[in-house]
């Protein structure tokens, strides 16, 4: 089965910088990779998406690149807020959806 | 509210009690999934459906745990036999095919 690993489980940024968080996975038939973002106590909230057959996307503040060779994706947000601060969640899949471990955000005013 | 709703959203039972949980998709979703999600971890698949029928299920999901859709439409998931392990929060989505699964608020079950 799908195996997805994520780093790093934490990170720490002054608002203002960028933040890049990096996952893996095993199954090279995986071919959607969505992030979720998800605050204490609330539920996941899908930010991006990408499909296999496309290299890089982005929206405002948020992009993801997928290279499926290495079987590796990223997530970068730029210009980050303190509403940016949340676990983050990657996640690959076939059918089933495998999610990785998660990345606590902190972004410090 | 067109979103996906889970019922309850809290649950207390004893150890060896049986509970069930509803989920409610949005509407035109063909797919519901199931996952646990426990503290610090991200959430683990449990079961998928696709229209009525069950077509995945995670090998790591004991036999007192079943799931139905029977109509295509909602879903609900039961636990027998419950152990403290089994504490956690269970966490619904649904989406058209694979893509862009929005998930629901969670139950969150306490075994004591």
């Known amino acids: 089965g799908e195996n997805v690993e994520q780093h790093p489980s934490t990170l720490s940024v002054q608002e203002g910088d960028s933040a890049v968080i990096k996952c893996t996975y095993s199954?090279?038939?995986?071919?959607?990779f969505p992030w979720y973002k998800q605050e204490l106590g609330k539920r996941p909230q899908l930010i991006i998406d990408?499909?296999?057959?496309?290299g890089e996307k982005k929206d405002q503040r948020i992009a993801v690149t997928l290279n499926k060779t290495a079987k590796h994706f990223s997530l970068h947000i730029t210009e980050t807020q303190p509403e940016d601060s949340a676990v983050y969640f990657c996640a690959a899949t076939y059918n089933d959806m495998r999610f990785g471990a998660g990345t606590r955000l902190t972004v410090k005013p | 509210d067109t979103g996906v709703s889970q019922d309850p959203r809290h649950k207390i039972t004893k150890r060896g009690q049986n509970v069930t949980f509803r989920c409610d998709p949005i509407?035109?979703?063909?797919?519901l999934y199931w996952y646990r999600q426990t503290l610090g971890q991200g959430p683990e698949f449990l079961t998928y459906f696709q229209n009525e029928a069950q077509l995945e299920k995670s090998r790591l999901l004991s036999d007192r745990f079943s799931a139905e859709r029977p109509k295509g439409s909602f879903s609900t998931l039961e636990i027998q036999r419950t152990e403290q392990g089994d504490s956690a929060m269970y966490l619904c989505?649904?989406?058209?095919?694979?893509?862009?699964?929005?998930f629901g608020p969670g139950t969150r079950l306490t075994v004591t």
């Open positions: 199954d090279s038939a995986s071919n959607y």
């Open positions: 989505a649904s989406s058209i095919e694979k893509y862009e699964q929005y």
């Open positions: 990408i499909r296999s057959n496309v």
């Open positions: 509407s035109e979703h063909n797919r």
